[in-house]
């Protein structure tokens, strides 16, 4: 299948409202099978359940239904640019790594305290569930592995583009619709805080 048609399928999935199946997950043809239940496995270099989210290109390692519902993880690649916009998980952890180049987070803590780091490789951040947070890459090129709270890793796959991409950075973004971001908000938990500014 190619770019233009998984386009114009995912397009077409998104063009009605209605309840999504949280019993699937949008697939591309080369993406390899994950187990769906706790079986050892292997994936080699570049392999995993891969979607273009804006201009980073995220790569699902292992999901909820692998895990029992306890984490997922997933490696996050992309350019320099934009912030991510604020957002919190209601009751979600969410975890940051980075392997290579640099991003920025910044966060509230409970206290109401706006924090922020620059992380380099080998460099650990840990966003709590609730807390509003954001990111952004500073370097022309980054790449960090994510866990979160079981299952919403295929947020990814909800908001984003299914592709072959094996890994460096999508050679064109890709941006849902509104209403799509706000059905895949309400299904994983995930709520935009427009209200609130973290600092550029």
Known sequence: MTLHELRAQHSAQHSTHH????????????WPTLPGSP???FLEAGDGER????????????SGDETDGQFGCFVMEGPAGEWVPAHS????HEVFYVMEGELEVRMDDR?????KKVLAPG?????PAGLVHNYHILTPRAKAIGVATGGFERFFHAVGLPTDLRGGIPPEPFFASPDVLREAGSRFRNTHRPDIDLGS
């Open 89 to 92: 998980h209601d009751d979600v």
């Open 51 to 62: 979607s273009v989210v804006g201009n980073e290109l995220f790569t699902v390692l292992i």
């Open 123 to 127: 460099d650990f951040a840990f966003v």
């Open 111 to 115: 206290q109401g305290k706006r924090v």
């Open 39 to 41: 079986e050892p496995y």
């Open 19 to 30: 309840t999504p199946d949280t019993t699937t997950t949008p697939r591309h043809p080369s």
